[in-house]
């Protein structure tokens, strides 16, 4: 169950919301829009409690959910309330107000750098990542390099959207990663 989507009503429900937009941000590049997903009633919070019960069935228990900017702020929060955890904001430069660490990384159209307060995870805390798409894998290797060196276990992560044939999965390994939808990139 964590290496690939489920097909079911859910998985379904979320293909069908999302819109692909061509050439977005440049040529070549078929972008998968969540915003649909997001204004879908009830699409979201069926998100979630499959996220809690796919935590579940995988056995990871985190202590704190991490989200990458932007749309790791919409997911990990309603998934840290349901879990009754923490959640942990990893953003761009020079937006966190506090002592930081950061990690360059790749994208699948550039690069950028992430940054995570410094006092954000305890030692051996269980974290899980949580974004909305999965492409090449550079941010949710940058987000799992913060946590550890913060002393975080990275239990796994987990996704919306997963891009197929772009080689993530082997980039973020030994981070497992668990996708709601898969898409041909």
């Given at each position: 169950m964590g290496a690939y989507a489920m097909n079911d009503e859910l998985a379904s429900r979320i293909r069908s919301s999302i819109r692909t937009v061509p050439d977005f941000p440049k040529k070549g590049i078929m972008f998968r829009d969540i915003t649909p997903v997001l204004g879908e009633p009830g699409l979201l919070a069926s998100i979630s409690?499959?996220?809690?019960?796919?935590?579940?069935?995988?056995?990871?228990?985190?202590?704190?959910?991490?989200?990458?900017?932007?749309?790791?702020?919409?997911?990990?929060?309603?998934?840290?309330?349901?879990?009754?955890?923490?959640?942990?904001?990893?953003?761009?430069?020079?937006?966190?107000?506090?002592?930081?660490?950061?990690?360059?990384?790749?994208?699948?159209?550039?690069?950028?750098?992430?940054?995570?307060?410094?006092?954000?995870?305890?030692?051996?805390?269980?974290?899980?990542?949580?974004?909305?798409?999965?492409?090449?894998?550079?941010?949710?290797?940058?987000?799992?390099?913060?946590?550890?060196?913060?002393?975080?276990?990275?239990?796994?992560?987990?996704?919306?959207?997963?891009?197929?044939?772009?080689?993530?999965?082997?980039?973020?390994?030994?981070?497992?990663?668990?996708?709601?939808?898969?898409?041909?990139?």
């Amino acid at each position: 169950m964590g290496a690939y989507a489920m097909n079911d009503e859910l998985a379904s429900r979320i293909r069908s919301s999302i819109r692909t937009v061509p050439d977005f941000p440049k040529k070549g590049i078929m972008f998968r829009d969540i915003t649909p997903v997001l204004g879908e009633p009830g699409l979201l919070a069926s998100i979630s409690d499959r996220f809690v019960e796919d935590l579940g069935s995988l056995g990871w228990c985190p202590d704190v959910i991490v989200g990458p900017e932007a749309r790791g702020f919409i997911f990990g929060p309603l998934l840290a309330d349901r879990l009754g955890c923490g959640f942990v904001p990893v953003r761009k430069p020079g937006k966190l107000p506090s002592s930081t660490r950061r990690a360059e990384y790749s994208l699948e159209y550039g690069s950028n750098i992430l940054e995570i307060h410094e006092d954000a995870i305890i030692s051996n805390q269980n974290v899980v990542i949580i974004d909305d798409l999965l492409a090449t894998g550079g941010t949710i290797s940058a987000c799992a390099r913060l946590c550890e060196e913060l002393g975080g276990k990275v239990l796994g992560a987990l996704f919306l959207i997963e891009l197929e044939g772009l080689g993530a999965r082997e980039k973020i390994s030994p981070v497992e990663a668990h996708s709601l939808t898969i898409f041909p990139a």
